[in-house]
């Protein structure tokens, strides 16, 4: 029995030790992933705060942000700046801007495990100075990268589908008010006017 047990536990460690070595390696970026959704999150909580100076934090100092309207900000003050004039100043556009972030796909890293590029999905709530709040789901896609041992944004991208949103639902809606209270107006015109030609 026991030449049975010295024979097969070489055998056993023969066959289980891929499955271990690769157990133990089939993540080589698992802190780093934890590091970025840490990132990932500060960066949800800093938009709901309305707290720029907590977002650029968490950006590199040159960083690039495409936002929702088009608009491209080039490194901390330019995001300061944008972010100023449409949440903050006395000329704003917004009084609040809140988000909820999901992550897509696990991040893709590149460059020895230097960069990483996520994306994913957001339901914002937007709070216009000029009319009632409205929703919008849109995308993002980020690049990051890991300089002195710490990640920072370095790229984000902000998108929407301009072909279909609650934006262009109501401006459509509006238009067939629109076109139904000129067509209304129209026929009670004609229907006065041919009553006083009558007369």
Partial sequence: ??????????????????????AADADPYAADRQALIKLFREMEASINAQDVDRMVAQMHPQATVTWLNGEV??????????????????????DRYLTTAKLGDHAHFFGNGEVAVADGTMEDEFFPVARGPFRLSS????????IDGQWKVVSMHLSSNVFTNPLLAEAK???????????LLGLLLGWLLGRRQRR
């Fill in 73 to 94: 900000s080039r490194g901390h003050d330019e995001i300061r700046a944008y972010y100023q004039r449409m949440v903050k100043g006395e000329q704003r556009i917004l």
């Fill in 1 to 22: 029995m026991w030449s049975i047990r010295k024979l097969l536990c070489p055998l056993l460690f023969v066959f289980l030790a891929p499955a271990l070595a690769l």
């Fill in 139 to 146: 995308n993002w896609t980020s690049t990051s990268a890991k």
């Fill in 173 to 183: 809606a509006a238009i067939w008010y629109a076109g139904g209270g000129a067509a």
